[in-house]
């Protein structure tokens, strides 16, 4: 099924209360929804401007409320995890060669452009991700971008992209135009890097007619924000893949035996509002 244009999805969400489907992922709230619908249609309008009026697919994840001690995850102990409504929203076209095109509506984040067969030079002769990072020759990219705030933030999405070519093997992978449009507060502590990442490794598997698992996706968001310089656990990344609606997120996520088993999802009070 080709994808809707950016016209089509203005219009789709012009009324987001009747479509099931958005009811579904955010609730029935009017007030929550307006709020969804006016981010969407910030970013489609971006890309328009940007890219022209063409077929785009829509990629998202939300935020993540801490309810737990800093760094419980990484020592074993059991995480009590929620989402945020806020999110991060990728529109996202092929561009038809190895090239992308990042941008961003947030003025503060520069577009960057880049060619996948450059970034993946000699990585293929490295084997495991970890000897890939730690290669000077390989490393020096990533930090140099991360000497400007500007460029920095391409590094989640460069790292999605190589990071989705090793895990599926893949010797290439075709570029994307992609925007950019979010509310999560950057350096609040909602994980907004790793919501950026997981929208990002979903852009270009789909896009690529590729699928992960989520413990998968949970391994790899890891392992970009190591790329990008960021030394983190999994809690962030489970919280935004395995969150539902009206309930909290109860497991522990210790890498030396990580296990998707012990989750369970419990459901609010039904006098929580």
């Not at 801490?66 to 995890?81: E, F, K, T, W």
């Amino acid at each position: 099924m080709k994808p809707a244009t950016v016209t089509q999805w203005l219009q789709f969400w012009e009324h987001p209360q009747q479509h099931a489907s958005l009811c579904a992922i955010y609730g029935v709230g009017a007030a929550l929804l307006q709020e969804r619908a006016a981010l969407a249609m910030r970013t489609l309008q971006a890309f328009a401007e940007r890219f022209g009026d063409c077929p785009v697919r829509l990629f998202r994840a939300p935020g993540r409320i801490n309810l737990r001690g800093m760094h419980v995850d990484i020592h074993g102990g059991y995480l009590n995890l929620m989402t945020h409504q806020r999110e991060v929203l990728l529109a996202v076209t092929p561009t038809g060669t190895t090239e992308t095109i990042l941008a961003n509506t947030n003025p503060d984040f520069s577009e960057i452009t880049f060619n996948f067969s450059d970034e993946y030079r000699g990585m293929d002769t490295k084997g495991d991700w970890w000897n890939i990072i730690a290669d000077p020759e390989i490393a020096i990219r990533p930090r140099q971008r991360r000497t400007s705030a500007k460029t920095a933030w391409s590094n989640y999405c460069i790292g999605a992209a190589l990071r989705v070519a090793h895990g599926h093997r893949r010797q290439s992978l075709g570029g994307l135009k992609i925007m950019v449009g979010s509310d999560l507060p950057h350096g609040a502590a909602i994980s907004s890097s790793a919501a950026l990442i997981i929208a990002s490794l979903m852009a270009y598997e789909r896009c690529n007619d590729l699928d992960s698992s989520t413990a998968q996706r949970i391994k790899a968001t890891q392992d970009i924000e190591w790329y990008a310089g960021s030394r983190v656990g999994m809690s962030d990344q489970t919280a935004i893949l395995m969150g539902r609606s009206g309930h909290l997120l109860h497991l522990a996520v210790f890498a030396k035996d990580f296990s998707l088993e012990n989750a369970h999802h419990i459901s609010f009070p039904e006098a929580l509002d």
